[in-house]
């Protein structure tokens, strides 16, 4: 068993930065790979970034590439998703998630945070 707790989630301006941590307990041997999901109402959760737990390589979705940046401490087992330029299309509730892959599809994520709210406003 794997438990992430998210946090730093907040309003935040129009053109402002913010970064959420993802704090990881349990398991963390048999980890592989931590990711950031986000979901706002009435669509998809959407996949943001990832980074493998070991050697610290990343992998981003195009429409965030650039803005987000994902990094992570394992000796605080921890994972940090970066955010900047904020719009308000970036509200929504954000998600971290663990799995033995590193991929995009939420479906390869056995384990999740219960997420942390980002509203994006002025």
């Known amino acids: 068993q794997v438990q992430l707790v998210e946090s730093g989630g907040g309003l935040v301006l129009p053109g402002g930065s913010l970064r959420l941590s993802c704090v990881v307990s349990g398991r963390t041997y048999d980890l592989a790979a931590v990711a950031w999901f986000r979901q706002s109402a009435g669509k998809e959760r959407e996949f943001l970034a990832a980074i493998r737990w070991i050697g610290g390589r990343t992998l981003y979705a195009d429409s965030v590439k650039g803005r987000f940046t994902v990094s992570r401490d394992n000796a605080k087992n921890t994972v940090w998703l970066e955010m900047s330029s904020l719009t308000p299309e970036d509200t929504a509730v954000y998600y971290c998630?663990?799995?033995?892959?590193?991929?995009?599809?939420?479906?390869?994520?056995?384990?999740w945070g219960q997420g942390t709210q980002v509203t994006v406003s002025s």
């Open positions: 998630a663990s799995g033995a892959y590193m991929r995009k599809s939420s479906n390869e994520y056995n384990y």
